[in-house]
């Protein structure tokens, strides 16, 4: 004898904002107080854009076998990270809204936008 079971009704989850980028062209979106989650490869980020709202953490991770250094400038921020190792995650909290240009002060040609609202 089978038992037939009634599938429960599934909601749709809320956004989180955890985003996670391969090597993506096209603009991304995050959700307010969410992550966002930029690597670094090839001496590249893995995007060249993205928009988020704002709260949201940017974590870049090095994926090189090589160090890299982060610079944020936006809005009431000027951020510059220490050499960031082989494996290791920098995050920064983008809290205002407006135009955010990311850099890699070892690497001038790694560059990226990120936007928030």
Do not use: W
């Not at 909290?93 to 609202?117: D, K």
């Amino acid at each position: 004898m089978s038992s037939t079971r009634t599938p429960s009704r599934m909601s749709r989850p809320a956004l989180t904002g955890l985003v996670l980028i391969g090597t993506l062209t096209v603009p991304l979106l995050c959700s307010a107080g969410g992550v966002l989650a930029v690597t670094q490869k090839s001496r590249a980020f893995s995007t060249r854009e993205a928009n988020v709202t704002r709260g949201t953490t940017v974590h870049f991770g090095n994926e090189d076998d090589y160090p890299h250094q982060i610079r944020v400038t936006g809005p009431g921020l000027d951020f510059e990270s220490d050499l960031q190792a082989s494996g290791e995650v920098v995050n920064v909290t983008l809290v205002a809204p407006g135009v955010y240009e990311v850099r890699c002060g070892i690497h001038p040609r790694m560059r990226m936008t990120i936007s928030t609202h």
